[in-house]
């Protein structure tokens, strides 16, 4: 079993670190340069963020066991730190309980407000 719970891997720019979509275990942690977080499709995206260096992303789907929902892909060079899931939650089954249900409200209220805006974005029916 590998217990390693730090890994490093370096992403060309462009190059898709997740998809909308896609199962989470990892969260990450941007070393150097800067990661793209987006949704849609590829050729036509809609920006909803740029992580800088000494960012963190992708860290809602570890948490609330729900897939990603946006993407992310390096803007640049990056070297992103991979921090698995299963650590950090053991770490939150630790914390005061107060702490998790204000991550657990958090959480809610980002894919509430996505799910909001994606709602915006169809065509009425008719």
Not at 10 to 28: A, C, L, N, T
Not at 68 to 97: C, F, N
């Amino acid at each position: 079993m590998n217990n390693t719970v730090l890994s490093r891997r370096v992403y060309h720019s462009g190059q898709i670190v997740f998809r909308e979509g896609e199962p989470g275990d990892v969260m990450y942690l941007v070393e150097r340069g800067s990661v793209r977080i987006w949704r849609g499709a590829a050729d036509a995206p809609l920006e909803i963020a740029v992580i800088p260096h000494g960012g963190v992303f992708g860290e809602m789907a570890i948490f609330d066991g729900k897939p990603r929902m946006a993407s992310a892909s390096a803007a640049e060079e990056t070297v992103l730190v991979q921090i698995k899931g299963d650590k950090v939650r053991d770490a939150l089954r630790k914390a005061d309980p107060i702490i998790s249900k204000l991550i657990e409200v958090i959480l809610d209220s980002a894919r509430n407000l996505a799910q909001q805006l994606d709602d915006a974005k169809r065509p009425p029916a008719g």
